[in-house]
């Protein structure tokens, strides 16, 4: 009989310990997935994110705009120098890269190189874009509860479209790189070169 219950209790004991080793790593695990709410990025997460090299990533090729004055999703573009042959602004598409990180685009900067000459841009809420202003100007996709919203928070599933207006104009075969660097994330940098001919809308591939 006491080897009945001593076999009975060493059972019960076994399952315990499964239980519970099973939930400390279920616990470890979804402290791995999934990153804190203040965006910053953390475990598998941010080890991705090393992997990867960005925090954000591009959908699509850059849209260079000829350098005139128009006027873009109700912002008005007000170029350096009114030249039909040069880039005067640039609309780009960003997402997440990875799972539920939530970037804060008001902590986003953005800076551009060209020519040797590095500037941080300014972020405008509305309408005109002078040289060195960005906006946000279309938000889309879905969340987990609904459509994309009017904050300024980019979440998983969501696309934002930047318009630039460039502190300088871009001709024809110039280099310039765009850096979107969110708050305690690893920048994008994306490097492109002004095609040798500028139209209206200019795609700028790879």
Not at 18 to 24: Q, S, T
Request: charged share 20%; hydrophobic share 40%.
């Amino acid at each position: 009989m006491k080897k009945r219950q001593q076999d009975d209790a060493i059972t019960v004991l076994s399952v315990i310990l499964i239980i519970l080793a099973v939930c400390a790593a279920a616990a470890f695990f979804m402290h791995l997935l999934i990153p804190h709410q203040t965006g910053t990025p953390h475990g598998l997460v941010a080890m991705a994110i090393r992997e990867s090299g960005d925090s954000v990533r591009m959908t699509g090729d850059p849209g260079g705009y000829s350098s005139i004055p128009r006027t873009v999703s109700g912002f008005d573009i007000r170029p350096r120098k009114t030249d039909v042959h040069a880039i005067g602004a640039i609309q780009i598409s960003i997402s997440p890269i990875i799972g539920d990180m939530a970037i804060d685009m008001d902590q986003t900067s953005i800076t551009i190189i060209d020519a040797g000459r590095e500037t941080l841009l300014t972020q405008k809420k509305a309408s005109p874009l002078n040289p060195g202003d960005w906006a946000i100007i279309s938000r889309y996709g879905y969340l987990p509860f609904g459509s994309a919203n009017d904050d300024d928070i980019l979440h998983a599933g969501e696309t934002f479209d930047l318009l630039i207006t460039l502190p300088e104009t871009l001709y024809p075969k110039e280099h310039f790189t765009l850096m979107i660097t969110p708050f305690g994330g690893v920048p994008l940098r994306i490097t492109r070169t002004v095609p040798g001919r500028v139209t209206a809308v200019t795609i700028i591939p790879n």
